[in-house]
C-alpha cells in the first residue's frame, strides 16, 4: 500500500512539473501584451461589446478591449506590434 502512495506521488510530481513548463512556454510563444487606446467612431457611451469587437477588428483574435474611459476611447489589450 506505502509503494502505491509514493509511485502515485511520483507520477503526479512529475506530471504536475511539465504541464507547468509546457504552460510557461506556451505564454512565451505569445508574446509580450501591450495597452492601446484607440477611439470610438460612436458619440454615445462606450459598451463592452462595441469596444471588444473595434479591438479585434484592429489587433485580430488576440484583441480584447475595456471601456475605462466614459465617452470616445476603448483601453485594448493586444499583443505588441513589431515595428520593421
Not at 38 to 47: D, E, M, N, R
Not at 54 to 74: A, I, M, Q, R
Request: proline fraction near 6%; aromatic fraction near 8%.
Amino acid at each position: 500500500m506505502k509503494k502505491s502512495i509514493q509511485l502515485l506521488f511520483t507520477f503526479l510530481t512529475i506530471f504536475i512539473i511539465l504541464s507547468l513548463g509546457m504552460m510557461t512556454d506556451a505564454q512565451k510563444k505569445e508574446g509580450k501584451r501591450c495597452t492601446y487606446k484607440i477611439p470610438i467612431s460612436t458619440k454615445t457611451l462606450c459598451f463592452p461589446l462595441l469596444c471588444r469587437s473595434e479591438c479585434k477588428k484592429k489587433y485580430g483574435p488576440t484583441g480584447s478591449g475595456v471601456c475605462l474611459d466614459p465617452k470616445g476611447f476603448c483601453n485594448c489589450d493586444a499583443v505588441c506590434e513589431v515595428t520593421p
